[in-house]
């Protein structure tokens, strides 16, 4: 039994319990942003709004504050979205803590010091003194773990002896876990599928998006090359894996069969989907000022095309 820490109490913050529970860890959850998410974790019944289910009750939720990352815990989990990495790497910073750390999020973030494209467990590193983190990645919705439907993952590590540490502690008869050395390209995959996932949902016809789905994996075999990750992890849970679960359904698709009937971004989400997140536009922000001035037009030209109609609000060009 394992003393695990989440940090994060949305959708997959709170699935992820489930497995962890289940494979009899000491289960605490912390939520540090969001007052609907603490609302229902420090409840009696447990009943996660986003999720639409009642959490097991054996789950310990603690308010979040700088101690609770010097208690001792076995692993700590960190299941923010991108805009919460800076905040929990302030948090995190300097402490030196040994703990092993598990990456949930999917994001890149654009260091502009270095004008240089980073992923999480890199920035963590570099620049708030972070050590011991791993990355666990591939195509979970949050909700069909909660609800223990099967779902294949993939944790690495260079040092591989730790992501096979941290998989026999949270693997369950449904959720199931590979292992990598290659985090660079498991970060850079997990991440750009929420843009291509946009672009295959612009297609307005299973021709027209199979034709899409294949030219996205060709550009994200490019961009795996660029940033220096291995080429096979295209093909792995994180790549084609996690990409066709994106494309098939969720919100990133969603907002590209918006743009692929010639709306506008702005409109778009204005006109259908005022209140979500969508991931791949956060992800499009923050990487766009380096991707559309360093990589070539004829090397990604839907990434870039995807980028414009979002930074630009122009309207989205798929040929
Ligand atoms: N690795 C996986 O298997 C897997 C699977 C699904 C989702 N995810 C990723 O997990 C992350 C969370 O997804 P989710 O579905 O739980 O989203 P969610 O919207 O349900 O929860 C978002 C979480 O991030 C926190 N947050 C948001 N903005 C913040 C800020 N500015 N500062 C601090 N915290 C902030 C929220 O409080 C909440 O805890 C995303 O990056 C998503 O891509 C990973």
Same mark, same amino acid.
């Given at each position: 039994?394992?003393?695990?820490?989440?940090?994060g109490g949305g959708a997959m913050g709170s699935a992820f319990?489930?497995?962890?529970?289940?494979?009899?860890?000491?289960?605490?959850?912390?939520?540090?942003?969001?007052?609907?998410f603490?609302?229902?974790?420090?409840? *009696?019944? !447990?009943?996660h709004s986003s999720l639409k289910? =009642?959490?097991?009750? $054996?789950?310990?939720?603690?308010? %979040? &504050? +700088?101690?609770?990352?010097?208690?001792?815990?076995?692993?700590?989990?960190?299941a923010?979205s991108?805009?919460?990495?800076?905040?929990?790497?302030?948090?995190?910073?300097?402490?030196?803590?040994?703990?092993?750390?598990?990456?949930?999020?999917?994001?890149?973030?654009?260091?502009?010091?270095?004008?240089?494209?980073?992923?999480?467990?890199?920035?963590?590193?570099?620049?708030?003194?972070?050590?011991?983190?791993?990355?666990?990645?591939?195509?979970c919705l949050a909700k069909e773990l909660a609800?223990?439907?099967?779902?294949?993952?993939?944790?690495?590590?260079? *040092?591989? !002896?730790?992501?096979?540490?941290?998989?026999? =502690?949270?693997?369950? $008869?449904?959720?199931?876990?590979? %292992? &990598? +050395?290659?985090?660079?390209?498991?970060?850079?995959?997990?991440?750009?599928?929420?843009?291509?996932?946009?672009?295959?949902?612009?297609?307005?016809?299973?021709?027209?998006?199979?034709?899409?789905?294949?030219?996205?994996?060709?550009?994200?075999?490019?961009?795996?090359?660029?940033?220096?990750?291995?080429?096979?992890?295209?093909?792995?849970?994180?790549?084609?894996?996690?990409?066709?679960?994106?494309?098939?359904?969720?919100?990133?698709?969603?907002?590209?069969?918006?743009?692929?009937?010639?709306?506008?971004?702005?409109?778009?989400?204005?006109?259908?989907?005022?209140?979500?997140?969508?991931?791949?536009?956060?992800?499009?922000?923050?990487?766009?000022?380096?991707?559309?001035?360093?990589?070539?037009?004829?090397?990604?030209?839907?990434?870039?095309?995807?980028?414009?109609?979002?930074?630009?609000?122009?309207?989205?060009?798929?040929?």
């Open positions: 039994m394992k003393n695990i820490l989440i940090i319990t489930i497995p962890c529970l289940e494979n009899n860890n000491k289960v605490t959850i912390t939520e540090p942003y969001n007052k609907s603490i609302k229902d974790l420090s409840s *009696k019944r !447990k009943y289910l =009642q959490l097991p009750r $054996k789950l310990k939720f603690k308010i %979040f &504050s +700088k101690n609770i990352l010097s208690e001792k815990f076995d692993l700590i989990v960190i923010l991108l805009p919460g990495i800076d905040f929990i790497g302030r948090e995190l910073k300097d402490l030196r803590i040994k703990t092993p750390i598990l990456i949930l999020t999917k994001g890149l973030k654009y260091d502009k010091k270095n004008n240089k494209i980073v992923t999480i467990p890199e920035l963590l590193n570099k620049k708030y003194n972070v050590i011991n983190v791993s990355t666990l990645k591939g195509p609800n223990k439907k099967q779902t294949n993952v993939v944790i690495a590590n260079k *040092k591989i !002896k730790i992501a096979k540490w941290i998989g026999k =502690q949270i693997s369950t $008869k449904y959720y199931l876990t590979e %292992f &990598s +050395k290659d985090i660079i390209g498991i970060e850079i995959c997990s991440a750009i599928k929420n843009i291509y996932s946009m672009i295959i949902g612009a297609g307005q016809s299973l021709n027209t998006s199979s034709g899409l789905f294949q030219k996205s994996v060709v550009e994200m075999k490019y961009l795996i090359k660029y940033f220096k990750g291995e080429e096979k992890t295209i093909y792995g849970l994180a790549g084609t894996g996690d990409l066709y679960v994106s494309a098939a359904g969720g919100r990133n698709s969603k907002m590209g069969s918006y743009l692929g009937k010639g709306y506008t971004f702005k409109t778009a989400k204005k006109k259908f989907m005022y209140r979500d997140t969508v991931e791949g536009e956060q992800l499009a922000r923050e990487i766009a000022p380096f991707i559309l001035k360093k990589i070539s037009k004829k090397r990604i030209p839907l990434m870039l095309n995807l980028l414009r109609a979002i930074i630009k609000n122009k309207r989205l060009k798929l040929t």
